[in-house]
């Protein structure tokens, strides 16, 4: 089967940019980006073109007409809560034929009203409780079960994170700062700009790094003191 089209986010709600961009995996478009902010978004389209940019409207005055049209030629389509309207914008659309646009347009329309259906139900239901010592991620076409304790670190892929559990890996929509704030109350230190990792998994500790099950990590010397403040040291 031919894939539809490489696409990124920018919506300032991490949150509901991951939900979106699941519905858009699932009917066969491919995630290469998401971000909450266009410095960060630029940056990556300097490196990597996609066909389609999803852009949440009231960020749209937030990115400079010149440094878009510099640096890509992709479909942009702006999107708000209530609908979703592709621009063309900043010169020629290079996706293809504009049949291409169109049914893009209404998959997209299609997708984004499941989701604004779904979060008005929610918004009159009581949320339940949930468990906190456990976390499920997307793997393949299943949500899979991982427990906090086995999480051995997370490292940072662009705006994606690679979780590493004692035999596996698992790859999740969000930056390392999500990833941050998600597991500020547990036992997780961010010790680099590109890894947190699980205090009771730590082995080894030297100058520049710390070793967890006979893996070397980096440690910021600006993050020594905050790491010591956490562990028992005799």
Do not use: W
Request: charged content about 25%; overall charge positive.
């Amino acid at each position: 089967m031919k894939d539809p089209g490489n696409i990124i986010i920018i919506q300032e709600n991490m949150a509901s940019a991951a939900k979106l961009s699941l519905q858009l995996i699932d009917i066969g478009y491919t995630i290469t980006g998401i971000f909450s902010r266009p410095k960060e978004a630029i940056s990556f389209l300097e490196q990597d073109i996609p066909d389609y940019i999803l852009i949440e409207n009231r960020l749209k005055n937030k990115f400079s007409k010149q440094n878009i049209s510099q640096i890509c030629s992709a479909a942009i389509l702006y999107f708000d809560t209530e609908h979703i309207d592709p621009v063309n914008l900043f010169g020629e659309l290079r996706t293809g034929p504009k049949k291409d646009i169109l049914k893009f347009k209404n998959e997209l329309q299609k997708t984004y009203k499941k989701l604004l259906r779904r979060a008005r139900k929610d918004k009159n239901n009581i949320p339940p409780p949930y468990l906190n010592d456990r976390v499920f991620v997307r793997h393949g076409n299943r949500m899979v079960r991982i427990s906090l304790s086995d999480i051995h670190f997370i490292e940072a892929n662009r705006n994606y994170c690679k979780v590493f559990t004692g035999d596996k890996q698992f790859i999740l929509v969000g930056t390392l700062k999500d990833m941050e704030e998600k597991l500020k109350e547990q036992v997780f230190l961010r010790i680099h700009r590109s890894y947190i990792v699980n205090l009771a998994h730590i082995d080894e500790i030297a100058c520049d790094h710390v070793v967890i099950c006979k893996r070397s990590l980096p440690l910021a010397k600006n993050m020594r003191s905050k790491l010591f403040a956490h562990l028992q040291v005799i």
